[in-house]
Nanobody
Framework: QVQLVESGGGLVQAGGSLRLSCAASGRSFSRHVMAWFRQAPGKEREFVAAISWSGGRTYYADSVKGRFTISRDNAKNTVYVQMNSLKPEDTAVYYC?????????????????WGHGTQVTVSS
């Protein structure tokens, strides 16, 4: 069992930056693929980024590529997403997710554990 708690959300102006953190508790964090998803009001949850067990491989949605960076610290059981050049369309609740399968996925139904989310609001 893995429990995930996100933090770092808030209100930021367009062009600004935020770093979200996701602290994991439970066993074998380093053996989970980790990912970030987001859900804007009235929209379906969408994939943002994912990272392999070791952190050696990262994957991004086209909409955030070049602006967001996912990373992890297995010693701290924490995964991060650094979000730069934020846009109003990045406004959403951001969720951290974990997958026991060793392969990353952009499909939310392929993740086993979820956090409760943290709100990110980007003002224009």
């Amino acid at each position: 069992q893995v429990q995930l708690v996100e933090s770092g959300g808030g209100l930021v102006q367009a062009g600004g930056s935020l770093r979200l953190s996701c602290a994991a508790s439970g066993r074998s964090f380093s053996r989970h693929v980790m990912a970030w998803f987001r859900q804007a009001p009235g929209k379906e949850r969408e994939f943002v980024a994912a990272i392999s067990w070791s952190g050696g491989r990262t994957y991004y949605a086209d909409s955030v590529k070049g602006r967001f960076t996912i990373s992890r610290d297995n010693a701290k059981n924490t995964v991060y997403v650094q979000m730069n050049s934020l846009k109003p369309e990045d406004t959403a609740v951001y969720y951290c997710a974990a997958r026991t399968n060793p392969y990353a996925s952009s499909r939310d139904n392929e993740y086993d554990y979820w956090g409760h989310g943290t709100q990110v609001t980007v003002s224009s």
